[in-house]
């Protein structure tokens, strides 16, 4: 992948959510708008992946309020989604969370996308502190994660195929990595519990 | 029209804005309103409480694009959002802020070829052209963003990476105004950096442990700064950093190290931060700095040449780093950053007429004097006030020099220094200083250096730009430390001989010695402050004297002009207060 590969990219990216605004402002094409938001957003991740690789992401930790956070990610999938009840839990976060709110925006973003698509009725995004560490979650109530996913736990995908979801897994993985603390690093986990549950444990 | 733009500004800021008033009525009545509402309603998903809330403040849309332009204006009205002024270029933007006072700022990071958001957000800031409370939201694209998030020097309240939705546009404007709405008083005490008052009200404000507490502690923390109490800032940035080691933190402690004099470990510090956080650009420009004003030029030029590789300049790191170029012997290096610069922001606002000096200089350094007049003279082009005049004269003085025609060197530093030195901002004080270091008059420098310190009492950024001029003039780095900081103990005694005297009940001399100074200084706030108090005690002792009751107003006038919450003011008003009695 070279800078014109990139380049373009960015730009097919920009092109794709100038038509989801468009087609969200005709108020008609909610689906077709969530179509293209998404692929958008992919292709973010794509770009993100290339800078991942390149080793030129670097986080940038700060005091984020868990509970806004989530709130504004909500927010945004509220709007796609609007069938779907969104659940906050923030009862068990805790008083100051640290991380870069615009990267692990970015591997949440990813996360709370699948979790809709699989959502019978609801989603809940939820953070506390465990052991240490803080603990985001997404989770729905969908037939849960396939096997192979729970396997592989956001390794980078082998098949062309398996790119829908696997490369924002394999992207959100990296960036929780990247959030490293006193020997301590960042990590995801996969499981089925009532449907599929993410999560993201920052030190 | 450069510095039209900051003059009205100013002005706005204390002024009332009619304009605004008519045109908030004209929106908030008939059709306008009925319309909005329905198409809130046909959107559905918005609560009525964000309608309200949108509906009052006024926003400031800049892209480039047309058609990001009109999708965002179709957002925002969907959102409830009424006073909505958008814009294509910085120009417009700065036309229309002349005017008005917005509430939030929505900025495209990528306007094209020239000036990008992040400079446009650094002139903006570092000329004080908006309110510390105006919400300024930087939209990039991802492949911008960490450009943007580096120069976290003078960063945006908040990022914008789209595409973005308009729930989520929304929701993180609610928490952006509920943010603003929390630090009004804060923000603006430190609009009229009254940094006492600052801190005050981040006392009142931290006790409650809210989700505002790490950025009350780094507000604090900057005012303690501002404040001159770099011991307690120290200390309340290492309290942070106990709970996390976050970079503006640990550049904190760094800068509150080094202005305690423990150089060493200041420069550990900025070393230790530019090895783990290689983007955190601030850092860089940091350990320049403080390489630069320990005499290691060299070093200094180094950080910032690898800080441009990571990032694009911010134009103050691109005026430091040609500067030290050029007082380093690579004056081709300054040549080529500061040309390249100047062409790519050509028209822009955020050029000062220093960069046309730097670049004049770096020419007449090469002994390509013809090119150097030649910059000098497209400059005047652009900057036709007066202090613009005295820098241009100044630069072509030390081109006619490099050329041998000293007449005319003479003639050009005649012109410089036509003016009142006085009301001079100190940018061009030390540039005058520099063309006479170059026609070897040193006591005329030496002495145009001192009234530099002397008129900017604890500004950092002079301190260093009189350094520079001394050392590159061939002067140690230790004879520059020490005319620096003999210039600061004068004026210091000036200022406590008259209050001593005054408070011996020897007034007239008092007021000599004060207004001799004060009128020679007029950007001292202090010195100005204590003169107009002398002559509030003495008329309220002697009885009136329209002279120095004139004079006395004269000074609390400028005094308002310059900071409308200096503390002093008080002092004097109730001495005035008792005179009309």
């Known amino acids: 992948m070279n800078d014109l590969h990139a380049a373009v990219i960015h730009d097919v990216k920009n092109q794709l959510a100038e038509l989801a605004l468009r087609l969200g402002e005709r108020g008609d094409a909610q689906q077709e708008m969530v179509i293209a938001m998404d692929a958008a957003r992919r292709l973010s991740e794509m770009l993100l992946v290339i800078r991942q690789e390149a080793e030129l992401l670097s986080v940038n930790p700060d005091s984020v309020d868990t509970a806004d956070f989530l709130a504004i990610l909500a927010a945004e999938y509220r709007e796609l989604f609007p069938s779907l009840e969104f659940d906050i839990d923030t009862a068990q976060a805790p008083a100051f969370a640290f991380f870069d709110d615009a990267l692990v925006r970015l591997a949440l973003s990813n996360a709370v996308h699948n979790a809709c698509r699989s959502a019978r009725t609801g989603v809940r995004l939820a953070a506390r502190e465990q052991d240490g560490m803080l603990v985001l979650e997404v989770a729905d109530d969908g037939p849960g994660y396939p096997d192979d996913m729970l396997a592989n736990m956001g390794d980078m995908p082998a098949s062309a195929s398996a790119r829908g979801t696997g490369l924002g897994l394999y992207l959100a993985r990296k960036i929780a990595e990247l959030h490293r603390l006193e020997g301590r690093r960042g990590r995801i986990a996969l499981s089925n519990d009532k449907g599929a549950v993410f999560r993201m444990f920052l030190p | 029209m450069h510095g039209d733009y900051l003059q009205q500004h100013r002005q706005r800021q204390f002024g009332s804005n009619p304009d605004m008033q008519t045109a908030q009525a004209v929106l908030l009545t008939g059709d306008a309103r009925v319309r909005r509402v329905r198409a809130v309603l046909d959107s559905g998903n918005i609560a009525l409480a964000t309608i309200s809330q949108f509906a009052d403040k006024w926003v400031l849309v800049i892209d480039d694009m047309e058609g990001m332009r009109s999708q965002l204006r179709m957002s925002l009205t969907n959102s409830g959002f009424a006073k909505l002024h958008i814009v ?10 002349a005017g008005n006072r917005y509430d939030v700022i929505l900025c495209d990071y990528s306007l094209g070829e020239g000036t990008d958001g992040q400079q446009f957000l650094e002139y903006l800031r570092t000329n004080d052209l908006i309110s510390r409370n105006t919400i300024f939201v930087m939209i990039t694209a991802e492949q911008a963003y960490e450009k943007v998030v580096a120069a976290s020097e003078c960063a945006p309240d908040d990022y914008l990476l789209k595409p973005f939705t308009a729930g989520q546009f929304n929701a993180r404007l609610e928490k952006l105004l509920e943010r603003q709405q929390f630090f009004a008083a804060i923000d603006k005490a430190a609009d009229a950096k009254d940094w006492t008052r600052v801190i005050a009200e981040c006392d ?100 910032l040449q690898k800080a441009g590789e990571i990032s694009p300049g911010t134009m103050n790191r691109i005026r430091e780093l040609s500067t030290l170029a050029v007082s380093t012997g690579q004056p081709e290096l300054a040549e080529s950053v500061m040309r390249q610069t100047l062409q790519k922001h050509k028209y822009s606002p955020v050029r000062q007429v220093h960069d046309y000096a730097i670049l004049s200089k770096a020419l007449a350094t090469q002994g390509k004097a013809d090119e150097a007049l030649s910059v000098v003279a497209d400059a005047r082009k652009d900057f036709r006030d007066e202090q613009s005049d005295a820098v241009l004269s100044a630069t072509e003085s ?102 001593r005297k005054a408070e011996a009940g020897q007034f007239d001399e008092a007021v000599e010695l004060l207004c001799e100074a004060a009128d020679r200084l007029p950007n001292n706030l202090q010195i100005v402050g204590n003169a107009a108090l002398v002559i509030a005690l003495q008329l309220v002792r002697n009885g009136n004297d329209p002279k120095l009751l004139a004079q006395c107003l004269r000074y609390r006038d400028a005094i308002i002009v310059k900071a409308p919450d200096y503390p002093k003011l008080a002092q004097i008003d109730s001495q005035l207060r008792q005179l009309n009695k």
């Open chain 2, 88 to 97: 294509g270029s910085i120009r417009e933007a700065l036309e229309r802020m």
């Open chain 2, 204 to 303: 009142k404000a931290l006790p409650a442990k809210n989700k505002y507490f790490i950025e009350l502690c780094k507000t604090k923390a900057a005012a303690l700064m501002h404040a001159n109490r770099p011991r307690e800032a120290a200390n309340l940035y290492r309290d942070v950093l106990a709970l996390r080691p976050i970079g503006w933190a640990r550049l904190g402690l760094a800068r509150a190290l080094a202005m305690l004099g423990e150089k060493n470990e200041a420069q550990q510090l900025a070393r230790e931060i530019v090895a783990d956080s290689p983007q955190f650009m601030a850092a860089y420009d940091f350990l320049g700095g403080q390489l630069a004003s320990s005499g290691d030029k060299e070093a200094a030029l180094g950080v």
């Open chain 2, 398 to 499: 030390i081109a006619h020099r490099a050329a041998g025609n000293d007449e005319l060197a003479e003639a050009a530093l005649a012109r410089a220094m036509t003016g009142d030195i006085g009301t001079l901002p100190a940018g061009a004080v030390t540039a005058i200083a520099d063309a006479c270091f170059a026609l070897g008059k040193e006591d005329e420098a030496n002495k145009l250096l001192r009234h530099a310190i002397q008129n900017n009492p604890e500004d950092e950024t002079i301190r260093n730009k009189v350094h520079n001029v001394l050392t590159a003039a061939g002067k140690e780095v230790t004879e520059a430390d020490a005319m620096i900081e003999e210039s600061t103990q004068e004026i210091i005694r000036i200022n406590n001989d008259g209050v």
